[in-house]
């Protein structure tokens, strides 16, 4: 069942309040009241009708400057304001019009007219809602394609964003899901894609949390990249979340009554060249928040060469934590596409 608008009665007059009270709730409306501007614009504020209904004649603050201030305030100014006014009061209606009036009654009031206006009134506000509660979605929707970074560096400077490439010491987080070609055969499509999604959000949350920001999603992984002012902390942050990740992974395997995710991941630090990269195809524009250069290619192949539940880290993340995390030395490898040995470590569960 619909809820029923809610209108305002703003009036002087007792036995006004009381007549259109009736009028309205017989037609199906919720009312509240006011007996001058001031409270009218306390209650508008406190919880906003549907609908006002403004008598011109108030002592102190009179109908006309209320409806002014409704109309100059953006959170009000869509709020049909419909004045009432004295019969051939022509100079009243005019001021109306100016002070931005939606609609006008003529006192006394009648049933009918009253019934006919606030019907129109009350539908044009509910299209308008309707309106802007759809494009409020289309914007939050279309912004998660935005990555926050890019958000930010647009907030900063609206008129020219900084949203080249820079060199930055950043450090990088990369995860994928382990055996997902078997997943992908175990389940179908439709399961599996909301499973990963199931995960792969509570992951965003740490990620978020940590001050990161998640560069690019794939079917079964994706890149992070933590940036800080302090080299240590911005490694600091990468392996908390890493290691976060993992306990999130198995709380999520207990709840999900799926099979089970197992998730590796690689961390590397270092300068970078980051920022923000736009492909502008002839249809649409699509924005990322990157990090590109040697730093990012070790990430990404230390993740490679881990194993379920296992995280790997490159050698100048671990000299800049030092003795804060325990690490497993596992010596210099080839990695793949990669023409020197790096020295590689595992990092450990805190004891």
């Known amino acids: 069942m619909a809820e029923?608008?809610?209108?305002?009665?703003?009036?002087?007059?007792?036995?006004?309040?009381?007549?259109?009270?009736?009028?309205?709730?017989?037609?199906?409306?919720?009312?509240?009241?006011a007996k001058n501007g001031e409270e009218a614009l306390t209650k508008v504020?406190?919880?906003?009708?549907?609908?006002?209904?403004?008598?011109?004649?108030?002592?102190?603050?009179?109908?006309?400057?209320?409806?002014?201030?409704?109309?100059?305030?953006v959170e009000?100014?869509?709020?049909?304001?419909v004045m009432m006014t004295a019969l051939g009061a022509q100079d009243d209606r005019l001021r109306g019009i100016e002070a931005g009036a939606d609609d006008f009654l003529t006192k006394p009031v009648n049933p009918r007219?009253?019934?006919?206006?606030?019907?129109?009134?009350?539908?044009?506000k509910q299209a308008v809602d309707h309106k802007v509660e759809e494009l409020r979605w289309i914007t939050d929707h279309f912004a998660k394609f935005v990555p926050e970074a890019v958000k930010r560096l647009v907030l900063a400077n609206p008129q020219t964003p900084d949203l080249a490439l820079h060199e930055r010491d950043v450090s990088v987080l990369?995860?994928?899901?382990?055996?997902?070609s078997h997943l992908s055969e175990q389940l179908p499509a439709n399961r599996l894609n909301r499973l990963v999604e199931r995960y792969f959000s509570a992951f965003l949350d740490h990620v978020q949390e940590a001050g990161g920001d998640i560069n690019e999603t794939a079917g079964?992984?994706?890149?992070?990249?933590?940036?800080?002012?302090?080299?240590?902390?911005?490694?600091?942050?990468?392996?908390?979340?890493?290691?976060a990740l993992l306990t999130t992974t198995a709380a999520l395997n207990q709840a999900s009554g799926e099979p089970p995710l197992s998730i590796h991941m690689g961390i590397?630090?270092?300068?970078?060249?980051?920022?923000?990269?736009?492909?502008?195809?002839?249809?649409s524009t699509r924005w990322t928040f990157t990090a590109g250069g040697p730093v990012t290619n070790l990430a990404a192949r230390l993740a490679?060469?881990?194993?379920?539940?296992?995280?790997?880290?490159?050698?100048?993340?671990?000299?800049?934590?030092?003795?804060?995390?325990?690490?497993?030395?596992?010596?210099?490898?080839?990695?793949?596409?990669l023409t020197v040995t790096s020295e590689i470590y595992r990092v450990l569960s805190p004891d």
Do not use: W
């Not at 990369?174 to 997902?180: A, R």
């Open 113 to 124: 007219e009253l019934q006919a206006r606030i019907q129109t009134a009350v539908k044009r």
């Open 45 to 73: 504020t406190s919880a906003a009708p549907d609908l006002i209904l403004l008598d011109v004649m108030m002592p102190g603050m009179d109908g006309f400057t209320v409806c002014r201030r409704l109309k100059e305030d």
């Open 304 to 337: 490679e060469a881990a194993t379920a539940n296992q995280i790997l880290a490159g050698q100048e993340t671990v000299q800049r934590l030092g003795d804060r995390y325990r690490f497993e030395q596992l010596g210099r490898a080839h990695l793949k596409n």
């Open 4 to 33: 029923r608008a809610k209108i305002l009665i703003v009036d002087d007059e007792p036995l006004n309040i009381d007549y259109l009270e009736q009028e309205l709730e017989d037609l199906g409306y919720q009312t509240t009241s």
């Open 76 to 81: 009000t100014q869509f709020i049909p304001v």
């Open 220 to 243: 079964d992984g994706f890149m992070a990249i933590f940036p800080d002012v302090d080299h240590r902390i911005h490694a600091q942050h990468a392996i908390e979340t890493a290691l």
């Open 268 to 283: 590397n630090s270092g300068v970078a060249l980051v920022g923000s990269v736009r492909f502008e195809g002839l249809r």
């Open 174 to 180: 990369f995860v994928d899901i382990s055996g997902y």
